[in-house]
């Protein structure tokens, strides 16, 4: 069974720093696309970062490029997210997505249909 399980989320202050980690386990990821996403209160699920797995090419929003950084650990099988400057605006839960095969096109990283597993989520407050 596919896991993925969130943890790092808390409440910070404008222009502080939060790491995210995403735990992956019951299969192999070594092709697998790995991605972030959020959603805030009344607002759609959106891309935030993702990663190839192999390779390690990365991609980003542009509301979070030069101040997200996405990266994996292949001996842990997990996949971070280092979040800096961070802002309000940045306050949602966060989410960790992978697909089966990293078939996924650069184009359609952002769309979240295109990822197979989810994990439950970790709260980012950032407090003005």
């Known amino acids: 069974q596919v896991q993925l399980v969130e943890s790092g989320g808390g409440l910070v202050q404008a222009g502080g720093s939060l790491r995210l980690s995403c735990a992956a386990s019951?299969?192999?990821?070594?092709?697998?696309?790995m991605g972030w996403f959020r959603q805030a209160p009344g607002k759609d699920r959106e891309f935030v970062a993702a990663?190839?797995?192999?390779?390690?090419?990365?991609y980003y929003a542009d509301s979070v490029k030069g101040r997200f950084t996405i990266s994996r650990d292949n001996a842990k099988n997990t996949v971070y997210l280092q979040m800096n400057s961070l802002k309000p605006e940045d306050t949602a839960v966060y989410y960790c997505?992978?697909?089966?095969?990293?078939?996924?096109?650069?184009?359609?990283?952002?769309?979240?249909?295109?990822?197979?597993?989810w994990g439950q989520g970790t709260q980012v407050t950032v407090s003005s």
């Open positions: 997505a992978a697909d089966r095969n990293g078939y996924i096109l650069e184009s359609n990283l952002k769309n979240a249909y295109e990822y197979d597993y």
């Open positions: 019951g299969r192999t990821f070594k092709n697998a696309v």
């Open positions: 990663i190839r797995w192999s390779g390690g090419s990365t």
